[in-house]
């Protein structure tokens, strides 16, 4: 299949967004095929997932291992040791989500100038700097600057990897595979307990222990990022481990069932556009509130289950089970998410979840019901991630046009993240250990995002039954049209909501 053929066949089968074309269901399907070699798409597949994810992942483990080993590193004296005091260490996790929340838009915007296969190894070198400089601070005022330029290199990874997989797979293929990614910062909670454990058992007359925790993330932080520099892709069709028939493939599944365009020039004026439709606001809201519980779960579950009484040792390690648990829920309800091809529903369930979660939390004595503390943990983390990837995955998939996809994804992940200036603020060290206020307002914001989510995905099966009847399609799906025809997004007649 050679390129030329490949376009003519697009345009073929274009679709005229000003006047509904489709008699029925099976004149749709007709209309959007694709003449694709299954035996080449499940190579492409094959390629993307072993040569793209693994490095994405591992990418994504060292971000997270960078952002929160200031939690691990606290279980061992590091805060005593710089002399914090008081709510100091609550500030500097706090301030982190400054910045973050700031850059991620702006960096974002050159992640689609000039691939994010260049700007995030970048940005990986800067964060695993700040990682070493760390581990030579020696006081409030040093690290609050590390962590002020920590938030900058950090805040466009996650949008910049959402949109770079969304180049690469359908959107019936994107939860999964941005559920794997997500899972390295759920690898990373029982990873760094880990680390943290063979890095206090070091014994140096002249350094701490805590040092060496820092010096080995940001050491192979920066030496991944140059390897994945050299090894990532820009884009399919310049590629070098595909083949012509793979890249032209590529270029089919992509118009089929995720852009409009592949490779659209940058318009910074059209890439704000969604925010003139009221949906995007709810998915604002959507993601402010879920990004409470998440971050209270991914900063502060070290200081929760030391609450339940446990020595620092047995805190690190006690860490790692609940991670893991969570790890397996993310994938199991991505994977399940995709193949069923259904967002908020599985979006609810962990919301639920976690809720309980926090509710258990807060309403028993930690020391007196220690097992049931610790199992309210397991709650928390096998709810906390899944919200994330799951409403990421679900804006992207209804938006079609590259750009829009790029600036959403970047500023409703910021928005996520600035909650976490609100965890942050009620996480108080004249709470401690039982954290009341803080899983309370956890609690209260994943209720919040419960109800927005369900009534979302409620008004969005609303909408696509209302736009079959209107123009005499019978039950047309999002799956049913290719993404290459919806120019126009919602407003296009053929445009189906993905719910």
Same mark, same amino acid.
């Not at 680390?195 to 014994?203: E, M, P």
């Given at each position: 299949?050679?390129?030329?053929?490949?376009?003519?066949?697009?345009?073929?089968?274009?679709?005229?967004?000003?006047?509904?074309?489709?008699?029925?269901?099976?004149?749709?399907?007709?209309?959007?095929?694709?003449?694709?070699?299954?035996?080449?798409?499940?190579?492409?597949?094959?390629?993307?997932?072993?040569?793209?994810?693994?490095?994405?992942?591992?990418?994504?483990?060292?971000? !997270?291992?960078?952002?929160?080993?200031?939690?691990? !590193?606290?279980?061992?004296?590091?805060?005593?040791?710089?002399?914090?005091?008081?709510?100091?260490?609550?500030?500097?996790?706090?301030?982190?989500?400054?910045?973050?929340?700031?850059?991620?838009?702006?960096?974002?915007?050159?992640?689609?100038?000039?691939?994010?296969?260049?700007?995030?190894?970048?940005?990986?070198?800067?964060?695993?700097?700040?990682?070493?400089? #760390?581990?030579?601070?020696?006081?409030?005022?040093?690290?609050?600057?590390?962590?002020?330029?920590?938030?900058?290199?950090?805040?466009?990874?996650?949008?910049?990897?959402?949109?770079?997989?969304?180049?690469?797979?359908?959107?019936?293929?994107?939860?999964?595979?941005?559920?794997?990614?997500?899972?390295?910062?759920?690898?990373?909670?029982?990873?760094?307990?880990?680390?943290?454990?063979?890095?206090?058992?070091?014994?140096?007359?002249?350094?701490?222990?805590?040092?060496?925790?820092?010096?080995?993330?940001?050491?192979?932080?920066?030496?991944?990022?140059?390897? !994945?520099?050299?090894?990532?892709?820009?884009?399919?069709?310049?590629?070098?481990?595909?083949?012509?028939?793979?890249?032209?493939?590529?270029?089919?599944?992509?118009?089929?069932?995720?852009?409009?365009?592949?490779?659209?020039?940058?318009?910074?004026?059209?890439?704000?556009?969604?925010?003139?439709?009221?949906?995007?606001?709810?998915?604002?809201?959507?993601?402010?509130?879920?990004?409470?519980?998440?971050?209270?779960?991914?900063?502060?579950?070290?200081?929760?289950?030391?609450?339940?009484?446990?020595?620092?040792?047995?805190?690190?390690?006690?860490?790692?089970?609940?991670?893991?648990?969570?790890?397996? !829920?993310?994938?199991?309800?991505?994977?399940?998410?995709?193949?069923?091809?259904?967002?908020?529903?599985?979006?609810?369930?962990?919301?639920?979840?976690?809720?309980?979660?926090?509710?258990?939390?807060?309403?028993?004595?930690?020391?007196?019901?220690?097992?049931?503390?610790?199992?309210?943990?397991?709650?928390?983390?096998?709810?906390?991630?899944?919200?994330?990837?799951?409403?990421?995955?679900?804006?992207?998939?209804?938006?079609?046009?590259?750009?829009?996809?790029?600036?959403?994804?970047?500023?409703?992940?910021?928005?996520?993240?600035?909650?976490?200036?609100?965890?942050?603020?009620?996480?108080?060290?004249?709470?401690?250990?039982?954290?009341?206020?803080?899983?309370?307002?956890?609690?209260?914001?994943?209720?919040?995002?419960?109800?927005?989510?369900?009534?979302?995905?409620?008004?969005?099966?609303?909408?696509?039954?209302?736009?079959?009847?209107?123009?005499? #399609?019978?039950?047309?799906?999002?799956?049913?049209?290719?993404?290459?025809?919806?120019?126009?997004?919602?407003?296009?007649?053929?445009?189906?909501?993905?719910?």
């Amino acid at each position: 299949m050679d390129m030329e053929k490949t376009n003519e066949t697009f345009a073929a089968h274009q679709i005229d967004d000003s006047l509904p074309k489709f008699d029925d269901k099976s004149d749709v399907e007709r209309s959007s095929a694709r003449v694709i070699d299954p035996e080449v798409q499940r190579s492409l597949l094959r390629k993307c997932d072993w040569f793209i994810l693994p490095p994405l992942t591992i990418m994504y483990l060292f971000n !997270a291992l960078d952002k929160g080993n200031v939690a691990n !590193a606290k279980t061992d004296g590091w805060d005593k040791d710089i002399g914090l005091v008081g709510n100091q260490y609550y500030l500097l996790v706090m301030i982190f989500y400054v910045p973050f929340c700031l850059f991620g838009t702006p960096i974002s915007l050159l992640v689609k100038r000039f691939s994010a296969a260049r700007v995030l190894p970048l940005m990986m070198i800067g964060f695993g700097s700040m990682s070493l400089f #760390t581990s030579i601070a020696k006081n409030f005022s040093e690290i609050f600057a590390i962590r002020w330029f920590l938030g900058i290199f950090e805040s466009a990874m996650l949008p910049g990897v959402v949109y770079y997989l969304s180049t690469f797979y359908r959107r019936g293929e994107l939860a999964s595979r941005v559920g794997l990614f997500y899972a390295a910062a759920a690898i990373a909670g029982a990873f760094s307990g880990l680390l943290a454990f063979g890095s206090f058992q070091i014994d140096s007359p002249k350094y701490h222990s805590w040092q060496f925790l820092f010096w080995i993330e940001g050491g192979a932080t920066i030496f991944f990022a140059v390897f !994945a520099f050299f090894w990532l892709p820009r884009d399919s069709d310049t590629w070098w481990i595909l083949n012509d028939n793979e890249k032209a493939v590529a270029r089919a599944r992509i118009l089929e069932d995720s852009s409009v365009t592949i490779n659209e020039k940058l318009s910074i004026r059209d890439a704000f556009r969604p925010f003139k439709d009221p949906l995007y606001w709810v998915w604002a809201f959507i993601s402010l509130s879920l990004g409470v519980p998440l971050a209270s779960v991914n900063n502060f579950l070290p200081q929760i289950v030391a609450s339940l009484g446990y020595s620092t040792i047995k805190t690190n390690l006690f860490t790692v089970a609940p991670n893991v648990v969570g790890t397996v !829920a993310l994938l199991v309800l991505t994977f399940s998410s995709d193949y069923f091809r259904e967002r908020s529903i599985h979006i609810c369930i962990p919301l639920a979840t976690t809720l309980v979660g926090f509710i258990v939390l807060g309403s028993i004595d930690p020391i007196a019901h220690r097992g049931v503390a610790y199992f309210a943990c397991f709650l928390l983390t096998m709810g906390a991630s899944a919200p994330s990837v799951l409403v990421a995955t679900w804006y992207n998939n209804n938006t079609p046009q590259e750009s829009r996809r790029a600036v959403v994804t970047a500023v409703m992940v910021a928005l996520a993240n600035a909650s976490g200036l609100i965890s942050t603020n009620v996480f108080r060290a004249q709470d401690e250990p039982k954290y009341v206020p803080a899983l309370a307002t956890s609690a209260a914001f994943g209720g919040l995002c419960l109800v927005l989510v369900s009534a979302t995905g409620l008004w969005m099966r609303w909408e696509n039954r209302k736009r079959n009847r209107e123009q005499g #399609t019978g039950n047309l799906t999002a799956a049913d049209v290719p993404t290459e025809t919806l120019g126009q997004g919602p407003k296009s007649l053929s445009f189906r909501y993905m719910y």
